[in-house]
């Protein structure tokens, strides 16, 4: 039920409680004072029947498993205006005779304002059910936006300690290639040394001999 329909229907049930009120008070006058409570009373049925027109508009708009239970409420709220206007034309039928007016405020219209008040109180009731439970169903739906809003932000959290932990990833990969690199580094350095000292012992082991050769032509001859 949407709350625009809900406000038609407070007005309604507020306008239809105080017709009948004056209804009943209208039975018991004559002259120009029953007069101005009927033009009283017919401009307050006039304003109801405009908002069972509205309600009945907004109706029609709702979804198909709400629409059912409103239309259901506003036939019963067509029936209660009928019997206001009942009871409006049963007061003015009397042409000011106090004793018709009386007899039909003991008898029909009487009856009918029971009735009616019956069916306001009945309405009241179950709208004001369907108003708990729309409550419970706001209250449920907060809840779960709630719940995803939180939801939402965990997967956030979560997204940015994947990224983190990919970037970590990263930085691990580029230091266990650096690593492999100063690897290779350090194997070039030792192999180079390697040949260099052979360089050196071959020159050393060149240098003896030529020594060797020079001291023995030097005693020789």
Known sequence: MTDVFQGYERQYCEISASLSRKCTAAASQEGEKLKQKASEIKSGIDGAEALIRKMDLEARNLQPSVRAGQLAKLREYKSDLNNLKGALKRITAGNGQQGAREELLESGMADTLVVSADQRSRLLR??????????RIRDSHRTMLETEELGVSIMHDLHQQRQSLLHANDTLHDVDDNIGKSRKIMGAMVR??????????????LLVLAILVVLYFKFVH
Do not use: P, Y
């Not at 180079?192 to 082991?205: E, P, Q, T």
């Open 126 to 135: 179950t709208t004001e059910r369907q108003n708990q439970t729309t409550d």
């Open 192 to 205: 180079r040394m390697d040949r260099n000292k052979w360089i050196i012992g071959l020159l050393i082991a």
